[in-house]
């Protein structure tokens, strides 16, 4: 079969597809983006926004020094996007606050992040900020949190307009995209490259493949050989009416989005491919945001729903080569937002194999054949 006019096909076209054709595009190669249907588990069009440092990689000093990277590398990626395509992602990166109300819990992050330290050195820095001297610079907090760590480098951006930014940016570089059409299944050719499947019945070549589909790429990556296995964990959302005045901070669980509402997250659950909003998380939500910010008591809450993120076997970014089959790789992660800039540019060097390419040996799935053996 005819292996199409394309050097590589990417199979996902969420936040990571994109963000890679995009990278592979700046690099000269010829892009075919296969997108799912409306009806797929969908994390980039649910998830909280998030340019996030703070606490990420504590455990893991590779995946740190990766996210710092991502993260500053944030304001160029907004400008390169702005300029490809004249949106503005609405990045804020003025810091961010994790709030506690339970002391034993605010003293293990406090602790994961001093390690966090140890990783980045120089390159990170953090505050750890007792309640009491927290409400004396922020009256509006209320008084069951007992502290909160705050980190400069943090932020956020309106995550649809970064996805419909990357569709735009892909597209102004030469870039294809082709709507409602999820793969379901993929081969190795007998001619080389790879004979993919759509869920129409109708069948496609390519010569190369990025497999960036994330829960919808499960079965794909154990038909290229891939030893990853990912699987959902479900986060809920409530957002709210939209506020005259800008909120006075900015938090992993709470945040005001550039329209004026204010969106309330941060709950994990692992309840398989479930995306169905709960009336009992929902409630917990508010009451955890009014207890941060009792002033939200008084506020309407317009929307809520779930929506399922991606996850690795240890939470962390997998990039790998298929044992099995030359050409293709498999690029998966819960931080898509955080890691775009870096998906969107040196990750091309690592997919190409080229003497510039980033060091992710760390991030092979080779790691968890080597757990399960120790």
């Known amino acids: 079969m005819a292996r199409g006019t394309s050097d590589i096909t990417v199979i996902g076209g969420g936040v990571v597809g994109l963000a890679t054709a995009l990278g592979l595009l700046r690099a000269g190669r010829r892009v075919t983006v296969l997108d799912g249907s409306d009806s797929d588990f969908r994390a980039s069009q649910g998830n909280f926004g998030l340019v996030w440092l703070q606490g990420k990689g504590a455990g893991f000093a590779p995946y740190a020094a990766w996210t ?56 990170f820095t953090h505050e750890v900020i007792d309640g009491d001297d927290l409400r004396r610079s922020h009256p509006q907090i209320g008084p069951d949190v007992v502290g909160a760590t705050f980190c400069p480098l943090d932020g956020h951006v309106n995550p649809l307009r970064l996805l419909r930014a990357l569709r ?10 082709r709507a409602d059409a999820g793969v379901r299944g993929i081969a190795a050719a007998s001619g080389g490259g790879f004979d993919l499947t759509l869920h129409t019945g109708e069948t496609l070549g390519a010569a190369r493949v990025v497999l960036c589909a994330g829960l919808g790429g499960a079965d794909l990556a154990a038909e290229l050989g891939f030893a990853t296995r990912v699987r959902p964990q479900r986060g809920e959302l409530l957002i709210t009416e939209k506020l005259g005045e800008r909120l006075p901070f900015l938090s992993s ?17 692992e309840v398989g491919p479930d995306d169905r909003e709960t009336l009992d998380v929902m409630a917990g939500l508010a009451r955890h945001a009014v207890k941060v910010l009792p002033a ?21 970014p997998v990039y790998a080569r298929s044992p099995r089959h030359p050409g293709a790789c498999l690029v998966t992660c819960h931080s898509g937002i955080t890691l775009a800039p870096l998906h969107a540019s040196v990750l091309a060097d690592w997919i190409e194999n080229t003497e510039t390419a980033p060091d992710l040996e760390a991030f092979d799935e080779n790691r968890f054949a080597l757990s399960d053996a120790a």
Do not use: C
Request: glycine share 14%; net charge negative.
């Open 68 to 123: 710092r990277d991502a993260v500053a590398a944030w304001p160029g990626f907004a400008a390169t996007l702005g300029d490809l395509t004249g949106l503005d992602l609405a990045l804020d990166q003025s810091g961010g606050f994790e709030f506690f109300t339970d002391p034993a819990e605010f003293q293990d992050f406090a602790a994961a992040l001093e390690r966090q330290q140890a990783h980045l050195g120089n390159r």
């Open 168 to 177: 735009a940016a892909v597209r102004s570089l030469g870039g294809h995209i």
């Open 253 to 269: 669980t709470i945040r005001q989005v550039d329209e004026g509402g204010v969106q309330i997250g941060g709950t994990k659950a």
């Open 296 to 316: 939200l008591a008084d506020v309407r809450v317009v929307r809520a729903w779930g929506a399922l993120r991606v996850m690795t076997p240890d939470g962390y």
